[in-house]
């Protein structure tokens, strides 16, 4: 049965259940994507912890955090460990059992080598680091061009299953819940009704009979109320810190794909990445901070009649700021 906020991930025929939070997969979109446009052509892996519960009868598996746990790179742009990284790993493990709720139920990387399937590194730090029946594993494949592709690893009979996952995913919320709303937008949701005009006390004001002294009091308050939510629209707004408010111009029959030039997150980045996805055309363009100063790309001629620009701006190497906007024809 489907579970509001997580991605069910089962195998028909199989038992076991895991359950994905997906608010986990719009933070592990980002980091994998964060390291993979951090080295040209292959780009770097990332990896970490899985956060969550297991029920102790029957293999169900909740993951709703994850630990990133970053290394040194000594061996290239895999997720590969040094004596040093490995000591670094085992600290994480030790901190994330000492949660009162979630516990370490597994291990995670983004997968960018050639080949398939966990290494034997990766089962060395499981069975080392994770060596419970219930520990799961999770890669993901990330792509210039499309959503990540990710798949779960689980033990039969102890045992670890070789080669491609049983089950692939992508890893992108809107896929994953194409209904699902984010908190984000819930609370978005909250300040817009918030805000709105009291038009409850004005139906007051000419329904109810009140008595002619009250009448000009009941005026001036009015007009006070108005006066201020007057004040309050023109005073000028400082831009919010992770809005990049992208919008599509269509000119012709070119599209300008525009953004908030004065937002923090553009005035503080070092580089972007803007994905298109123009029906089976993909594209992702590496832009520096200068081309994101200058608030616009050049003008793009669709394929299509549907057309998705995706932007992730870089405001420091660990955190990254993102937004989508669709033009349909």
Known sequence: MPIPGFYVWQIPG?????QLKLDVVDRLQQDVMRGFGAVP???????????????????AVRVEDYVLVPIEYKRGPSYRLSDNDV?????????????????P???FRSHTRDGVGLSDEDLGLLSNFLP???TIALLIRPFATKPCVAGFYFKEQGVFQSGAPLLEFPLRRSALAPGDVSASKSRMDS???????????????????????????????????LGYQAALSIRPQPPAPFNLALTVIQSGGDLQLKWDRKSPAIGSAQKGILTI???????????????????????????SKHVRFHLDVFPNPRNSVSETIDWIN
Do not use: C
Request: avoid cysteine; charge should be neutral.
């Open 14 to 18: 199989k038992s076991i259940s895991i």
């Open 41 to 59: 052509r292959r780009g770097a892996e990332v990896g970490g912890i899985l956060l969550g519960t297991a029920a102790s009868v029957g293999p």
């Open 87 to 103: 000591t670094a790993f085992d600290a994480a493990v030790r901190q994330s059992r000492n949660g009162r709720i979630l516990r």
């Open 105 to 107: 139920i597994g291990f």
């Open 132 to 134: 419970e029946p219930e």
């Open 191 to 225: 300040r817009i009704e918030a805000s709105a005009p009291p038009a409850i006390v004005r139906d007051e004001v000419h329904t109810k009979r009140w008595s002619w002294p009250m009448l000009p009091i009941i005026l001036l308050l009015v007009g006070v109320l």
């Open 277 to 303: 996805e123009d029906g089976s055309y993909n594209k992702a363009i590496h832009l520096t901070g200068a081309d994101l100063e200058s608030g616009s790309i050049a003008p793009y001629h669709p394929q």
